[in-house]
C-alpha cells in the first residue's frame, strides 16, 4: 500500500486508477488480512516461543551501535518523511527522490560521511568492521551491487513471461477457459484471482507480468460489468503482487530465502498472502468495498 512501491505504482498505472484511490482501495482488503494475520502470527509466538530475551545480547548490540555511530531522535525525521509523504498524497518519485536526499544529508551531518563515500555505499553497499559478529551482518548490506543477482535472475524470469505470453497459451486460457465462467461480480473477481496465480507461476513469480497481462485480458470484462477500475487494481495486487513469494522457483522466493537464510519451508507460514485473497472474496459478495464505473457503491 506504500504510495513508494513499485508494484502499487504499476498496478494503479496500467489500470487508469489514480494513486491514492488505488491505496483507498487496498484497504478493504489489505488492513483486515493484516490484522488476522497479526493475531495470528501472535498466537504461535505465544505458543512456540522459547526461553527469555538475552539481555546481555541486546546491551552489546546497542553498546557496539553507539561506538560506531551518533544515536540521534532526529535520525527518526526521514521514516517520519516517508509517512507524510503518504498523508499528504505527494507523487511517489518525488516523495522518494525527498527521502533520500534528506537521509544523505543526515548521513553527512550526523555521521561524518563525505559525499564520495555515500555515493560508494550507495552502489556497493555499507560496509564496517566492528568486532561484533552478530551485528555485523546487520550493516554490511544493501547497495546496487548487492541486487545484481536478483536483477539478472529478474531478467531472465521476464524474458521466459514474455516467451508463454507471446506463445498465445495464456491468451488461450482465459479466452476459451476463464472467460466463459464469468457470469457476475463475485466469480470474475475470483477468476482475476486465479488467473493472476496461474500468470505467476508461469513466469517464476513474475509480479510485473502477472499484472500487466491479467489486467490487459479482464479489463474490458469489468467496463462490461460495470465495475470500477480500482476493484480490478486491487485485484490485481491482492493475488499478482503477493502470491510472488510463494511461487517456489520465484524470483521474490530466492530473494526471501537469501535475505532470511531459510528454504522454502516458510511458504505455508505465510498467512497474510493467503488471507488477502479471501477478504477479496468477501468484498465481491457482499459489495462492500466495491464501485461501479461512477464510483458510486454498489449493492449486494
Not at 560508494?120 to 568486532?131: D, L, M, P, Q
Amino acid at each position: 500500500m506504500s504510495p513508494l512501491s513499485d508494484t502499487t505504482n504499476l498496478a494503479s498505472g496500467v489500470s487508469k486508477v489514480p494513486l491514492y484511490d488505488h491505496i483507498h482501495s487496498m484497504q478493504y482488503t489489505t488492513l483486515p488480512a493484516a490484522v488476522v494475520a497479526l493475531v495470528l502470527f501472535t498466537i504461535a509466538g505465544l505458543y512456540y516461543s522459547g526461553g527469555s530475551m538475552d539481555l546481555a545480547q541486546q546491551k552489546l548490540i546497542m553498546d557496539t551501535l553507539s561506538q560506531h555511530f551518533t544515536i540521534n531522535i532526529l535520525l527518526i525525521l526521514p521514516a517520519i518523511l516517508v509517512i507524510l509523504i503518504s498523508v499528504f498524497k505527494l507523487p511517489s518519485l518525488l516523495g522518494m527522490g525527498l527521502a533520500v536526499v534528506v537521509s544523505a544529508i543526515f548521513a553527512m551531518v550526523f555521521q561524518g560521511v563525505n559525499f564520495v563515500d555515500l555515493m560508494n555505499y550507495a552502489f556497493n553497499g555499507f560496509s564496517i568492521e566492528t568486532g561484533v559478529s552478530i551485528v555485523d551482518p546487520m550493516l554490511n548490506r544493501g547497495g546496487v551491487l548487492s541486487m545484481s543477482e536478483l536483477l539478472v535472475t529478474f531478467m531472465v524470469a521476464s524474458v521466459m513471461g514474455a516467451v508463454i505470453t507471446s506463445s498465445g497459451i495464456l491468451d488461450v486460457l482465459a479466452k476459451n477457459v476463464l472467460l466463459k465462467f464469468i457470469k457476475n461480480r463475485t466469480v470474475l473477481v475470483f477468476v482475476t484471482l486465479v488467473y493472476c496465480y496461474i500468470v505467476n507461476f508461469l513466469t517464476a513469480g513474475g509480479q510485473t507480468v502477472s499484472i500487466i497481462v491479467t489486467e490487459q485480458t479482464f479489463e474490458s470484462t469489468y467496463e462490461d460489468m460495470n465495475i470500477s477500475r480500482k476493484v480490478l487494481s486491487r485485484t490485481l495486487e491482492d493475488s499478482g503482487t503477493l502470491s510472488a513469494p510463494i511461487v517456489p522457483w520465484g524470483v521474490a522466493t530466492i530473494y526471501v530465502m537469501g535475505v532470511l537464510g531459510c528454504s522454502t519451508a516458510y511458504i505455508p507460514y505465510a498467512w497474510f498472502i493467503f488471507i488477502v485473497p479471501v477478504f477479496s472474496m468477501i468484498c465481491a459478495i457482499t459489495g462492500i468495498g466495491v464501485w461501479d464505473k461512477e464510483e458510486k457503491p454498489v449493492r449486494k
